[in-house]
């Protein structure tokens, strides 16, 4: 399956897209089906329906496949210090879900937006394993790539001493109840 991107860093990203990625998009394509054999789609208004229940259709984060959840915590004194973080984070973050897949032969999925916190000076971001919490700390490659990826936020140019970077790998259960926990406002962007 070819997806066509205007941006970089392929304009095929065919070749950027991760079996997981993948394997999410060909599930929503079968809920698609599913729904369309379950509506009866005779008159324009039945059609008129069904397309607006697709389009309702969403990938929930995580889906009932993932047990176990990394959370990185990106924060600084400033919003503009915290925006070039997370953009150091995110163009580091392709290279590190396909060391996960490819070297590790995990299935991930990814968070689709950051989680702003704190006035903006706090930023979450999640990836959904489908390996249970102990198994993902226990695997070496996983912890060999995931000190590879940490490091790299030692080499931002940029950094400041406020500029924090923190994780923490936790079973779904708890990220949850976590979420459920009254917090300070979420922003997602």
């Avoid at 915290?82 to 991930?108: P, V, Y």
């Avoid at 000076?121 to 226990?138: H, K, R, W």
Wanted: hydrophobic share 30%; proline share 4%; charged share 25%.
């Amino acid at each position: 399956m070819r997806i066509i991107s205007p941006s970089a860093p392929f304009n095929n990203t065919g070749r950027s897209t991760s079996n997981s990625t993948r394997d999410l998009i060909s599930e929503g394509f079968e809920r698609v089906l599913e729904l369309i054999d379950t509506i009866n789609t005779i008159t324009l208004d039945d059609k008129s329906n069904a397309l607006r229940q697709i389009l309702e259709l969403t990938n929930h984060f995580p889906n009932e496949k993932m047990k176990s959840i990394l959370q990185l915590t990106l924060s600084s004194d400033s919003t503009d210090e915290l925006h070039a973080w997370t953009g150091w984070m995110q163009s580091r973050l392709a290279h590190f879900l396909n060391d996960c897949e490819e070297e590790c032969h995990l299935s991930i999925q990814t968070q689709s937006s950051i989680e702003y916190r704190s006035k903006n000076t706090e930023a979450f971001y999640s990836i959904g394993f489908q390996v249970d919490p102990q198994s993902l700390n226990q695997h070496r490659y996983f912890s060999y790539w995931l000190k590879q990826f940490l490091d790299q936020f030692n080499l931002f140019p940029q950094r400041t001493e406020s500029m924090k970077v923190s994780h923490k790998i936790i079973c779904i259960h708890d990220w949850k109840l976590e979420r459920m926990q009254p917090k300070p406002q979420r922003i997602r962007k």
